[in-house]
């Protein structure tokens, strides 16, 4: 391997898509061949390395480089070694090719590049790592892309001074981002025939006084609050579906609804106003948390002295785990989101060069 394109091609070719969330795509699914190459790269390296299984088959991988001047002063680099499904994509998720100045496939932008770029400069460091003030550790995670439950894993095992999760930001550092609320609505009623809908209890109808209630009043609670880096949450209803045949009263409704929330929202008020208008309306509530690290702390003044800007993001990640268990963290990595999940992914080769010798110079600047 001798650069970070031949990390992150490496990388791309082994496929890690998380199987929750619905269809992956492909029946290669889970994160656990990913993570053993990582560990064999890390040992490689110098690093002390565990899997650490989360979920079946499903292990974060850990390498730790021990410092003799570290007095438990801790850096961990966080990338994610899941992916998004390869359904619909119009290239070759797994072929890892450049062409044209860009790496191709799934996970280039989203993070196998990321990956690649902390772990080229890992290697490219390891003589300096012993002497540095601060432990270096790598974890390539598991199960970013639905439950987070790798970070969420990790934090509970271990604690660290500064967090940083590879995300693709252009290399700027993401010092807060929102949280998501994902409502799974469902409403019931009694089917009848069509014929005669006053016999019956219209299932649509309740979750239609639902969404209205939510429009009414929720919005407008979300959008009353605002950050000066993020705006207000937002909502959105992303699906609804319900009853079985134009001419039965329907019995069941579903709906999805997303909501962003900004750092010091707690979103349960939406969760009491619902209860309160739709009687029966049956919520499940999946959350992850926003994120606010404090500009001011020394390691973020470093990276801005080494090119970073600070800058908010809507969308969520990892760092936030770490985050709410006291640890400040940031989302950085080379690369755009907007290249992340689309059908045609990369990531730019000279955006994956720079990034690598970012954190090399990162790194080198801790002595």
Not at 60 to 87: C, E, K, Q, W, Y
Not at 92 to 119: I, Q, W
């Amino acid at each position: 391997m001798k650069d970070a394109v031949d990390i992150a091609s490496a990388l791309i070719r082994i496929p890690s898509v998380n199987p929750d969330g619905g269809d992956p795509g492909t029946d290669q699914t889970g994160e656990a061949a990913c993570a053993s190459w990582v560990a064999d790269f890390l040992r490689g390296c110098g690093a002390e390395v565990s899997l650490r299984e989360v979920l079946p088959g499903r292990p974060n991988v850990v390498g730790r480089f021990p410092s003799r001047r570290a007095a438990g002063r801790r850096i961990l680099l966080a990338p994610h070694l899941d992916t998004v499904s390869v359904a619909g994509m119009t290239i070759d998720p797994f072929s890892g090719e450049v062409r044209d100045g860009k790496l191709l496939g799934r996970g280039a932008s989203d993070t196998k590049g990321t990956a690649a770029a902390m772990l080229w400069a890992l290697r490219e460091a390891r003589e300096v790592l012993a002497d540095l003030p601060y432990e270096i550790w790598f974890a390539g995670l598991v199960g970013e892309e639905a439950g987070q439950f790798g970070a969420k894993a990790l934090a509970a095992e271990e604690k660290f001074d500064f967090v940083m999760a590879g995300e693709p930001t252009s290399l700027d550092v993401v010092h807060t981002h929102k949280g998501s609320c994902w409502l799974q609505l469902r409403t019931h009623g009694r089917a009848v025939h069509a014929s005669q809908p006053e016999a019956g209890e219209n299932a649509i109808y309740r979750m239609m006084e639902a969404i209205d209630c939510l429009r009414r009043e929720g919005i407008p609670k979300l959008a009353a609050s605002s950050n000066p880096v993020l705006g207000t949450s937002t909502f959105s209803l992303g699906t609804i579906r319900g009853g079985s045949k134009v001419n039965i009263v329907p019995d069941f409704c579903e709906a999805s609804v997303d909501i962003r929330i900004i750092p010091g929202m707690d979103p349960g008020f939406i969760v009491d106003l619902l209860r309160q208008r739709v009687p029966n309306i049956e919520i499940d509530l999946k959350r992850s948390e926003p994120l606010h690290t404090d500009p001011s702390h020394p390691i973020i003044s470093q990276l801005e002295s080494l090119g970073s800007k600070l800058v908010g993001a809507p969308w969520f990640c990892d760092a936030a785990v770490f985050a709410s268990q006291g640890c400040p963290s940031v989302a950085i990595g080379p690369g755009s989101i907007a290249q992340a999940h689309t059908a045609d992914e990369f990531i730019r080769v000279a955006d994956l060069e720079a990034g690598a010798e970012f954190f090399l110079r990162f790194l080198k600047s801790l002595a």
